[in-house]
């Protein structure tokens, strides 16, 4: 796959679709921020969703050299439909964890079938601080999964990447949103002073 072609055309869908927006956001967090990624709308356009996931599939093929051992595991809740398509393409089995314990039936947390040899492999949409990554590799390590790599699209570079790696979780991001910027801004979508005003965040939220 040639990345950095695929990387501007996902640039440029995600613009288009509206899933990446430019401004004045407020974030979980309180903070502000120059831009907003909202992955959750992804499946609600098909070529888009087609495309990405095909990035995905790409990803796992070439760093995780997949042997037909692995289960995906989507991360609440963008990440669940990602890891449903991705693992329908690669033929493989997929899961779930959920925000909270089940207060009925088996009260079961991990919802899906994992065999405690199979290596399991965390979809997610994006990486900020890394806090949700962390809770579901974490609930998959209580239950004894062998859980050490997540695989997302974007990584928003503030922290989250280096976070994990401290966990032992390696992170594998499609692309950085810096990468995103700088394809907008080469193929005229955004302003100069846009992108300018974003590096600036990122690299202020680096310190």
Known sequence: MNWAETKKKISKILYEIGAIKFG???????KMSPYY???RIVPSFPDAYDFITDAYVEKIKEELRPDGNEVLVGVPTAGIP????VAYKMKLPMAYVRKKVKEHGTGKR????????QRVIVIDDLITSG?????????????????????LLVDRMQGGVE??????????????VLE???NLEEDGTIPEEQAKTIREYVESEQK
């Open 37 to 39: 990624i909202d992955l």
């Open 180 to 182: 995103i910027v700088d």
């Open 163 to 176: 976070r994990l790696k401290g966990e032992g979780i390696t992170v594998r991001p499609i692309m950085t």
């Open 110 to 117: 991990v919802e899906g079938v994992i065999k405690p040899d």
């Open 82 to 85: 990602l890891a449903s398509l």
């Open 24 to 30: 004045e956001f407020k974030l979980v967090s309180g």
């Open 131 to 151: 806090g949700s990554n962390l809770e579901v590799v974490s609930a998959l390590r209580e239950e004894g999964f062998n859980a050490n790599d997540v695989v």
